[in-house]
């Protein structure tokens, strides 16, 4: 390899034959509209880095099997070439899994199709399926690896594997499809450095092994050294500098600036760090994932995690903390930034239609009919809701009404009125109540809150209801189901029946003079999804601890601009509100 454009890992780490520390921040393309991709980038080198790190999700690559997404958001070949373009250097992580708070730690829903899907082992039939997705996915990127004169120098093989098994011929056939596919660059591990992580998810003999950690880098650099030897450079992959938030947490997660700062200090004094997150961005749609410990946790549509940079980009104090210990490690240089982002208060919009999701659920889905629930991977869908109907006939009393394995939120109405709202592990719990009709309907609405992106459930992410519905302690049978992904809003009818109190969408309008950043409040709704110009800004939900959604400038237009709400609790108020701050 000629040293001129050449990335070894020796006793540290060598570009074009020159010992080099990375000093790389983490920016996820995918949380970041395209047009802001420059202006991220442009902050990252003017914090004194040299590289930066981004995953790559499987799911939004490929959201259907067979069917491949490189555009807009998603085109990394462009986050790339933007970096190069810049003089930064890039680490890949295209490993199928991810974690990022992401959902389903971007894996795709339709693996689970399988009965038997083993995600993350050794299993032929989930390898077949990243061989062919690799064939495609390093075609965008091969000729950008340093070797042939582009940006990137390293790429990751698993994250964090070591904390979810153990099983090395997995991890070694990635590599092996890695470099059948065309990586040339050297490959890492990430690992937390505690207990048996680093052991389970390290191939030491094909890469590096390094670790994520937020704090005591001093012990955990010990610990690596004694991992693998003397004679190899340290690396925190993943500095964690603040957190991620979740639905119903207390407040936003924050980390002060002078605790992060020595750790990095403590960090660059031995070797080489990536700052998880420089910045977090967004996680705009359904894309947030979920955590489950001790019960369901749906990371916020905010990704702000306290990062060096805030979700709508902007400076902190933490990065100006951090800028001033690179600035003891190398050259901090002079970059002129060229995107013009200003903030935008443009008041208030009232709602000028609204329709009820029940009066127009057969304009946005097919029905499909089966003699039980299906989940919904058995519909084909990936995310968004699913409304289940059937009808359970005379009038009497229910005495033992039960949702079995139905996964994430569910609403259930009889004749159109909401009888009660289930969730996480209440979902089983029996209800009690009369059927007042001498025919009567049941609807369910069911809601994917992010399929988890973390922990031993993973292979259990089936969406929707799967065991069944008990009436009166029997199956029922006899299902109509409605798939909504809510990905065709043009579909829309405002003139059918509106009926407060139940699941509806509001039309809104706003007009622009000029284009800037702004923030919805919802405050006065309930909870649901957010549009902007058919784009799905993310859900919205009013126990916080996140009170506004971001809309970056790029998504507006100068004139009329549309935003819909989807409002599944019936808490609607006549208006929202644009303002140019946010509300974490």
Known sequence: MSKQHSFTIEDQFYLNGKPMKIISGAIHYFRVVPEYWQDRLEKLQALGCNTVETYIPWNMHEPREGEYNFSGMYDVRKFIQTAQKLGL?????????????????????????????KLRFNYAPYLEKIDRYYKRLFEEFNDLQIDKGGPIVMMQVENEYGSYANDKEYIYSLVDLMRKHGATVPLVTSDGPWLDMLDNGSVQDVALPTINCGSDVKEHFVKL??????????????????????????EHHTREAESAAAELDDILKEGSVNIYMFHGGTNFGFTSGANYYDKLSPDTTSYDYDALLTEWGDFTPKYEAFKQVIARYTEIPDV???????????????????????????????VVESPYPLTMESLDQSTGYVLYQTDLGKQRRVEDFRLIQCDDRAQVFINDKLMFTKYDQHMEDREIFDLPNPQNELM????????????????????????????????????????????NLELLDFSKEYVSG?????????????????FLDFTGWGKGVAWINGFNLGRYWEIGPQQRLYIPGPLLKTGINEVILFETEGKAGDTIRFEDEPAL
């Not at 899994?97 to 199709?113: H, K, N, T, V």
């Not at 190899?232 to 207390?250: S, Y």
């Not at 008041?347 to 946005?364: M, P, Q, R, T, W």
């Not at 929707?464 to 109509?480: C, P």
Request: proline share 4%.
């Open 89 to 117: 250097y890039v680490i890949l992580r295209p490993s199928p899994y991810i974690c990022a708070e992401w959902e389903f730690g971007g894996l795709p829903f339709w693996l689970l199709r399988d009965g038997d899907m």
């Open 225 to 250: 050294k004694q991992f693998h030897g003397e004679d190899r450079p340290l690396m925190v992959m993943e500095f964690w500098i603040g957190w991620f938030d979740a639905w119903g947490d207390k």
């Open 336 to 366: 002129q930034f060229s995107t013009t982002i200003s903030k935008k208060a443009y008041g208030e919009s009232a709602v000028k239609e609204k329709v009820s999701l029940f009066s127009i659920v057969d304009k946005l889905a097919k």
């Open 444 to 487: 369910v609405l069911v809601e994917n809150m992010g399929r988890i992106n973390y922990s031993v459930k993973m292979n259990t992410q089936h969406k929707g209801i799967k065991g069944g519905v008990i009436v009166n302690g029997a199956f029922q049978s006899g299902w109509r189901h409605y798939a909504l992904p809510l990905d």
């Open 502 to 518: 139940t699941p509806a969408f509001y039309r809104f309008e706003l007009e622009v003079d000029e284009a800037g950043d702004t």
